[in-house]
C-alpha cells in the first residue's frame, strides 16, 4: 500500500489565522524587496512649507470672528508675520542658495562604453550640495537613470585634515564613500570639485565657510523676529526696532554669502555645456524679507512717531500702554514777594523796601516753596529723560551768617524770579558783609534801621 500525497495544506492547530493575517499561507510576515528611488523632493523644505500652511490656515478659520475692520489688519500683521518666519526657516535649511543645471551627453559608469542622454542638476544650500542626474529617457542601457545624492559639510563645520581619512572632512568622507558605491562618473565629478582644497582651488572650504557665517545670521533672525511679535502687544515701536533688526540679519546673511562664497567662480565642463552657477531662489527670498522686513520697522516707528493713534489702532492695543507715570515736581516756582505794611495801611508796598520809621513793621514771609508732584505722562523710551536739575540755594542757618551765592543759583534765581524786589540803590549794599549777610546799622540819632537784602 503506497503513500497517498495530500494537495491540501497542512496547518498547525496552534496556529489560528487572525485579522492581519488573511491571504497569508506562512507564518512569517510579508517580506518585500528593496525599492529604490531618487529623493524626488527636500523632506525638510516640504515639512517646513506644510507646518506653515497649517498655521496660516488656522489664523485664516478664525478672521471671521473678528468684526469690522479690525479683521483686515489682524489679517495683515498675521500673514506678513508668517510670511517673515516661514522665509527664515525655509532659507535657513534651503538647498537653492546657488543652482545650475544642463542638458549634455556624458559617459554613464565605468566598464561601459556607451554615452547617455541626462539632464544634470546641481543645488547648493548652506549645509551641503545636492547633485542631480536623471537620464532622458530614464531608461537608457538596460538601466533607469535617475540619481540623486547630497554631499556635506557641516558635521562638522570643519575643514579637518587633507584626505580622504578618518580625521578629514565629512564631504571627503562621503565622497570617499560614494566611490565605493559606484556612483555614476557625472555625480563623482561634480562632487570632487568640492574636495579639493589647496592652491586657488577651494571651493568646498569657502562655501563651507559662506554658509556657516550665513546660517548663524539666519539663526540671529529667527528669535529677533519671535521677540518682534511679543512686543508689538506690549510697545509698538520697541517691535519696529526689532523688526529693522531681523531684516538687518537677513540682508547681513545674504552680503557674508555673496562676499565669502568665492574669490574664483565654479565652472564645470561637460560635453555640450557648462555647468555655471547663479543665485537661487533661497538667496532672493532672503534678501527680498530682509529688505522688506526694514521698512516696514521703519514704517513702524515713524507711524508711532507722527500717528500714534493710527498705529495703535491698527495693531489693536491700548495707546495708554505705550505710555509710562511719573510724579514731577513743580517745573517753576514762583515766591511771594517780601511785603512790608504799616498798620492802618491797606496797600502794600512791593518793588523798594522800607526804610524804618517810627511806626511798627510787619513782615510777611518772604517765600512761599511749597513742593508739590504732578502726575504726568510720557512714552516709553530707550533714551533717558534729560531732565534739568534747578537747585535752590540752601537757606543760611539761624544766627549766622548766609552762604554766598554761587553764580548758577544767581542765574537760575534771575530765571525763575525767585527775588520780586529790584534794588537799585547801592548804597544799600554798604552793609552787606564778606560772607553776604545782612548788616543791621542804626543811624546817628533818628534811630532808623537800614535793612538790606
Known amino acids: 500500500m503506497g503513500l497517498i500525497e495530500s494537495k491540501v495544506p497542512v496547518v498547525s492547530r496552534s496556529w489560528v489565522p487572525g485579522f492581519f493575517t488573511s491571504f497569508r499561507m506562512e507564518r512569517f510576515p510579508t517580506l518585500y524587496g528593496s525599492l529604490k528611488t531618487a529623493v524626488t523632493a527636500d523632506v525638510l523644505e516640504a515639512g517646513f512649507v506644510y507646518a ?116 578629514s572632512g565629512e564631504i571627503q568622507q ?133 500717528y500714534d493713534s493710527a498705529i495703535y489702532s491698527f495693531f489693536g492695543i491700548d495707546v495708554l500702554k505705550d505710555y509710562e507715570e511719573y510724579y514731577a515736581e513743580q517745573e517753576e516756582v514762583k515766591p511771594k514777594s517780601p511785603r512790608y505794611t504799616q498798620p492802618g495801611d491797606s496797600s502794600p508796598k512791593t518793588k523798594t523796601p522800607l526804610v524804618g520809621g517810627e511806626n511798627d513793621m510787619e513782615e510777611l514771609p518772604d517765600y512761599e516753596n511749597p513742593v508739590t508732584l504732578i502726575p504726568k505722562f510720557r512714552k516709553k523710551s530707550t533714551v533717558g529723560f534729560a531732565q534739568k536739575s534747578r537747585r535752590i540755594p ?18 537760575l534765581q534771575g530765571e525763575n524770579n525767585y527775588a520780586d524786589n529790584e534794588i537799585d540803590d547801592p548804597e544799600l549794599y554798604e552793609n552787606v558783609d564778606k560772607h553776604g549777610g545782612v548788616k543791621f546799622d542804626s543811624g546817628p540819632d533818628d534811630g532808623n534801621v537800614k535793612i538790606a537784602v
Open 52 to 167: 506653515t500652511a497649517i498655521l496660516a490656515f488656522s489664523f485664516l478659520i478664525i478672521l471671521p470672528g473678528i468684526r469690522g475692520r479690525e479683521r483686515w489688519f489682524c489679517a495683515v500683521r498675521i500673514f506678513l508675520s508668517i510670511f517673515i518666519g516661514a522665509s527664515i526657516m525655509i532659507c535657513n535649511f534651503g538647498q537653492e542658495w546657488e543652482v545650475a543645471d544642463i542638458h549634455t551627453k556624458t559617459q554613464y559608469k565605468s566598464g561601459i562604453a556607451a554615452e547617455v542622454e541626462a539632464a544634470i542638476g546641481v543645488k547648493i544650500g548652506l549645509r551641503s550640495v545636492n547633485i542631480t542626474l536623471k537620464g532622458l529617457p530614464e531608461n537608457q542601457i538596460n538601466e533607469t537613470i535617475d540619481y540623486n545624492e547630497r554631499f556635506s559639510w557641516n558635521d562638522p563645520w570643519q575643514q579637518r585634515r587633507f584626505g580622504f581619512g578618518p580625521f
Open 174 to 306: 562621503e565622497f570617499r564613500a560614494a566611490q565605493y558605491k559606484g556612483l555614476p562618473y557625472p555625480i563623482l565629478w561634480i562632487a570632487e570639485y568640492f574636495t579639493f582644497d589647496g592652491e586657488g582651488i577651494r571651493w568646498g572650504r569657502h562655501y563651507r565657510q559662506a554658509g556657516f557665517y550665513t546660517h548663524i545670521m539666519m539663526w540671529t533672525a529667527f528669535p529677533l523676529w519671535l521677540l518682534t511679535n511679543i512686543l508689538f502687544f506690549m510697545v509698538v515701536r520697541y517691535g519696529g526696532y526689532f523688526l529693522c533688526m531681523t531684516g538687518g540679519c537677513m540682508v547681513l546673511g545674504n552680503i557674508l554669502y555673496s562676499t565669502i562664497r568665492n574669490a574664483n567662480e565654479l565652472i564645470i565642463p561637460f560635453e555640450d555645456a557648462n555647468l555655471v552657477f547663479h543665485y537661487g531662489w533661497s538667496f532672493w527670498l532672503t534678501l527680498f524679507t530682509g529688505i522688506i522686513s526694514i521698512l516696514l520697522g521703519v514704517i513702524v516707528i515713524l507711524m508711532d512717531w507722527l
Open 394 to 411: 540752601r537757606p543760611a542757618p539761624r544766627g549766622g551768617p548766609s552762604r554766598p551765592a554761587t553764580a548758577a543759583s544767581a542765574n
